[in-house]
């Protein structure tokens, strides 16, 4: 294992000890190599097994970078289904790559010419000191996730790519790796750990991989940065609806597969040599599309659950959603459940605790679309409808509160709200109408959007709320381009100015402080 770990140490050593001249020869022959293989006549065989080994040298790398910290767990990720097992099966990727035949796939000139940048990249020299974790995402897109993507869609006959993924306030994420022409559709995920995290914390993840249940988490917990990377990892996987991810950096690679139980995580064994890890990850994609049954979204495809029947598009589900509607219907009139949200195949019901729209049907919630600060959000079957969900009683209750307060004037910009529910447990809803998409990025959005952003929190001024956390999330355009404020956790009432608002920060950006002499602003799209 030692020895193993410190592979990238020795190349890096190997790497620095060549003389310009040496260096420029070896570059020169890899080069030569890859050409060759490019340009070798239709009459000569050309396999994926070739076009492996020419991408499999992956250069060395120099760690940067000063943090060994890791996200702490987050109010969303405690509210999934409790991680309940990790397990290590340090053979199931090796067993996948015996049983893959990389030399009889034959490789077409059409496909040489999609591996040709993957093989003319200098795979010998050091990528830049690893300063971010973006760096270290190039990396591995660049040298080991692109060439493997590649090799991975001659296979399997389906194009793949790798994208980042992108935040709404315009940071880049984590890689991903889907289909060209379905980028809702994810095989695996990769993540990076930094890696001086990784160095830090690789022997209490091993540990934990050596335990026979996951420790329980309570709120209050301030666990080990391995056991929150294995929360974040099980509740992303559970809402991307991703069997396969791998979690990388420079001295160490795992790959990590979710049961089907999906409250287990199995992992691999942990790499360290990376030289093999363009085949590993060609193999782990290949698995993913032939992901082996159940319902979820790598299944083979099959007839029921592409008929367009109903509102959704398998009829059997369409039968349960339509009984499901039923009992709402008739247990509204008893006083019972008037929401049910659909978690990965189980319902949970919510009873109305302050239901301000006597007129509104049973709803069912079927749809993540996204996490706020306080709690995760689900959109209705029909679209009109959102339900935020909060563990915390108090802040439901508060958000319920200012978003009652509004209803009093219905020209605000914010959605109309329904009700505040709660199920059995200690879970509470609020549900408001769908008022669109999120505007993403504000200062590079166009200026009458920030400007209808800015008449929108002096409107909410003018009756006493002060929202308090305007970020890209949060606000919000619907198809006509007319611009809506969410998440109101933060929120409070004070009928006057505050002192220090952050809303008057975002006004006075928009708008330059442009002013007149009483302090009003003179901007032609002010109320």
Same mark, same amino acid.
């Given at each position: 294992m030692a020895d193993s770990k410190n592979s990238n140490t020795r190349k890096l050593a190997a790497y620095d000890a060549l003389t310009p001249l040496e260096r420029k020869r070896l570059k020169n022959a890899d080069y030569n190599a890859a050409m060759d293989w490019l340009v070798r006549t239709e009459l000569l065989s050309h396999n994926c097994e070739e076009a492996l080994d020419l991408c499999e040298m992956v250069p060395p790398v120099r760690l940067g970078g000063k943090s060994t910290k890791t996200k702490d767990i987050s109010t969303t990720e405690m509210m999934f289904p409790a991680l309940q097992e990790v397990a290590l099966d340090p053979h199931w990727l090796d067993n996948v790559i015996t049983a893959t035949n990389f030399r009889n796939t034959p490789v077409s000139s059409d496909d040489r010419? =999609?591996?040709?940048?993957?093989?003319?990249? =200098?795979?010998?020299?050091?990528?830049?000191?690893?300063?971010?974790?973006?760096?270290?995402?190039?990396?591995?897109?660049?040298?080991?996730?692109?060439?493997?993507?590649?090799?991975?869609?001659?296979?399997?006959?389906?194009?793949?790519?790798?994208?980042?993924?992108?935040?709404?306030?315009?940071?880049?994420?984590?890689?991903?790796?889907?289909?060209?022409?379905?980028?809702? &559709? =994810?095989?695996?995920?990769?993540?990076?750990?930094?890696?001086?995290?990784?160095?830090?914390?690789?022997?209490?993840?091993?540990?934990?991989?050596?335990?026979?249940?996951?420790?329980?988490?309570?709120?209050?917990? =301030?666990?080990?940065?391995?056991?929150?990377? $294995?929360?974040?990892?099980?509740?992303?996987?559970?809402?991307?609806?991703?069997?396969?991810?791998?979690?990388?950096?420079?001295?160490?690679?795992?790959?990590?597969?979710?049961?089907?139980?999906?409250?287990?995580?199995?992992?691999?064994?942990?790499?360290?040599?990376?030289?093999?890890?363009?085949?590993?990850?060609? $193999?782990?994609?290949?698995?993913?599309?032939?992901?082996?049954?159940?319902?979820?979204?790598?299944?083979?495809?099959?007839?029921?659950?592409?008929?367009?029947?109903?509102?959704?598009?398998?009829?059997?589900?369409?039968?349960? &959603?339509?009984?499901?509607?039923l009992f709402l219907t008739v247990s509204a009139l008893c006083g019972m459940p008037r929401v049910a949200i659909g978690l990965h195949g189980r319902w949970s019901l919510f009873r109305a605790l302050d239901d301000h729209s006597p007129m509104m049907l049973p709803r069912i919630f079927t749809r993540y679309i996204g996490a706020g600060a306080s709690g995760n959000v689900w959109q209705s079957a029909d679209g009109s409808h959102v339900i935020k969900i909060f563990r915390d009683e108090e802040a439901a209750r508060n958000e319920a509160e200012i978003l009652q307060r509004c209803l009093q004037d219905p020209e605000l910009p914010v959605p109309t709200f329904r009700g505040l529910y709660a199920d059995r447990g200690n879970r509470f809803g609020i549900v408001t109408t769908y008022v669109g998409t999120a505007l993403g990025p504000i200062y590079d959005a166009e200026e009458s959007k920030q400007y209808q952003l800015a008449n929108a929190l002096r409107a909410l001024h003018r009756n006493g709320i002060h929202h308090h956390d305007i970020r890209p999330d949060n606000v919000m355009v619907n198809k006509q381009g007319g611009v809506t404020l969410i998440d109101f956790d933060r929120a409070c009432q004070i009928d006057g100015p505050c002192e220090n608002c952050s809303d008057l920060a975002v006004i006075s950006a928009i708008e330059g402080d442009t002013r007149d002499s009483s302090g009003r602003s003179i901007s032609p799209y002010s109320v």
């Open positions: 010419m =999609n591996l040709t940048p993957h093989l003319s990249h =200098n795979r010998r020299a050091p990528p830049p000191k690893e300063e971010v974790e973006r760096t270290t995402d190039h990396f591995h897109q660049k040298y080991i996730l692109d060439p493997a993507s590649v090799i991975a869609g001659i296979m399997t006959g389906q194009a793949m790519v790798v994208t980042f993924s992108p935040h709404s306030d315009g940071v880049v994420g984590d890689l991903k790796v889907h289909a060209e022409d379905d980028s809702d &559709r =994810n095989f695996i995920t990769a993540e990076d750990k930094r890696g001086l995290v990784w160095a830090k914390h690789e022997d209490d993840f091993l540990a934990l991989l050596a335990q026979p249940h996951f420790p329980e988490i309570k709120p209050a917990d =301030n666990p080990k940065p391995a056991v929150r990377m $294995c929360v974040q990892i099980h509740v992303q996987m559970h809402i991307y609806r991703v069997f396969y991810a791998k979690l990388f950096s420079p001295v160490g690679v795992v790959y990590v597969r979710r049961d089907s139980r999906e409250n287990r995580l199995v992992f691999s064994r942990v790499y360290h040599n990376l030289n093999g890890d363009v085949r590993r990850t060609a $193999c782990l994609l290949i698995q993913a599309f032939r992901y082996p049954g159940g319902h979820d979204a790598l299944s083979p495809p099959s007839v029921l659950s592409y008929f367009p029947v109903g509102p959704t598009r398998s009829i059997a589900s369409w039968i349960r &959603r339509q009984g499901l509607k």
